[in-house]
């Protein structure tokens, strides 16, 4: 059963050595995700399943030790996904490195010190439809009886004329709405996320969402918003359920 949940986002400018002189543009949402990895903590989880979007070569499954890298960005660091990386040293992960989010939530967990609980790593397609979203998270909350989610993934990025995707009038409306949601655990308004408008967004967020939406589904958790900006024209929020 879910028992915490918490959204991040996962660029990897999260990561100081990657945005360089930057790096103090996303101090605050660095705190914010450090407070709701907090909160997984303090759940007390049997279990804490990773679950971000992914190309095609990192979808699936990612065991615990699994390794990444961020030297696709210049930057010569190597993070791992929790444990002490014994069972991602064999054949079966040396070919499949962590995704670029799932990197990016275990440089977070590795910053806050996580030990709480065996970790576990799943990408997912940004195109995967909303049913087997849901149907997915369902299954990972039935993997323990107290499971927890760590949910990468950003909003449109489309906010402003230098976005990535460049603007959008519609990107602002999406996001808030989508902040609104997860903010709240609205589980139906994540389910009913517009999964054609999220892509046209360019939204990496939207499946992992629907995700977590699955595997609320009759928890009764209750939300909190502790970030929503948008510094480079891409929306970034940040979490916590429980």
Excluded: N
């Excluded at 660095?30 to 190309?55: F, I, K, M, Q």
């Excluded at 995704?99 to 997912?124: H, I, K």
């Excluded at 519609?170 to 994540?190: I, K, N, Q």
């Amino acid at each position: 059963m879910l028992v915490a949940a918490a959204v991040c986002p996962c660029p990897p400018l999260l990561v100081p050595e990657v945005a360089a002189g930057a790096a103090p543009e996303l101090d605050a949402a660095r705190a914010a995700c450090t407070d709701a990895l907090g909160l997984l903590a303090a759940s007390r989880p049997d279990l804490l399943v990773v679950v971000g979007p992914a190309e095609q070569s990192g979808r699936g499954p990612h065991p615990e030790g699994t390794r990444g890298s961020f030297a696709g960005f210049g930057v010569d660091l190597a993070v791992r996904l929790g444990g002490d990386g014994a069972a991602g040293t064999g054949a079966d992960t040396a070919d499949r490195p962590l995704p670029a989010s799932l990197a990016v939530a275990a440089w977070l967990l590795e910053r806050t010190g996580w030990s709480d609980a065996p970790v576990e790593g799943l990408g997912v397609g940004e195109p995967l439809e909303a049913e087997r979203c849901v149907r997915t998270g369902a299954q990972l909350a039935a993997r323990a009886e107290r499971v927890a989610l760590l949910v990468m993934g950003d909003a449109s990025a489309c906010r402003t004329l230098k976005a990535p995707g460049y603007l959008d009038e519609r990107a602002a409306g999406f996001d808030a709405e989508a902040a609104r949601a997860l903010g709240t655990a609205d589980v139906d308004a994540l389910k009913a996320l517009d999964a054609e408008l999220a892509q046209e967004l360019k939204v990496a967020g939207r499946a992992p969402w629907q995700v977590l939406a699955g595997a609320a589904e009759g928890a009764g958790l209750a939300g909190a918003l502790l970030y929503d900006e948008a510094p480079y024209g891409v929306g970034y929020i940040v979490a916590a359920w429980s």
